[in-house]
């Protein structure tokens, strides 16, 4: 794709590089990944190094698929993850297709099958990439889950695909919200 940065080597340094060139001339869009990447800096204490990393990088990356040149399907989750898999990055293609419950919406989209080459590893790097961007607004403010929620539904509408993708992943999201909020809470401060 001409003008789209490589991924080659992924380090959070050429990650956010690649979300900028990519997403930051969208200023709302990039104020959220800015603030949901910051958020994962924090969150990155409740695990190891190697995987405090991923989940940085991938905090990053995580809606790249907003960006024009890399659109295919529509859908933001499968496009950034189409896009890092054609880089070589499985694993974080992988988050990145799953962040906040995103199979709930490929289905609603008919896009399951794709969805499904796409293994959700559902490890603590799912739960806290989750939590990040849950608990974070569209122009980067920290919300709740449930304010986050209502914004979703003021911004798409009652009967918007991402409004009945939310709500028929509730329970899921409160699941990875509450684990990753009790490995925030066991983890030691920096």
Not at 35 to 52: D, H, M, N, T, Y
Not at 64 to 72: K, N, R, S, T
């Amino acid at each position: 794709m001409h003008g789209v940065p490589s991924l080659h080597e992924l380090t959070v340094s050429s990650a956010r590089s690649a979300a900028s060139e990519l997403l930051g001339g969208d200023v709302r869009r990039w104020a959220h990944v800015q603030a949901v990447a910051r958020k994962a800096a924090e969150a990155a204490r409740a695990l190891g190094p190697a995987e405090s990393e991923l989940l940085v990088l991938t905090a990053w990356l995580h809606d790249i698929g907003y960006a024009e040149p890399l659109m295919g399907t529509g859908f933001h989750s499968l496009d950034g993850a189409q896009w890092l898999r054609q880089q070589g990055h499985e694993r974080v293609a992988c988050l990145v297709a799953h962040h906040s419950c995103a199979s709930f919406e490929a289905a609603l989209r008919g896009l399951s099958e794709v969805m499904a080459t796409y293994p959700d590893e559902g490890t603590s790097v799912r739960d806290l990439l989750t939590y990040c961007d849950m608990t974070t607004g569209p122009a980067g403010q920290a919300m709740t889950m449930d304010e986050r929620l209502a914004d979703v539904r003021k911004r798409y509408g009652s009967d918007g695909v991402v409004t009945h993708a939310l709500q028929a992943a509730r329970e899921e999201l409160l699941r990875q919200l509450t684990a990753a909020e009790r490995l925030l809470a066991d983890a030691q401060p920096m």
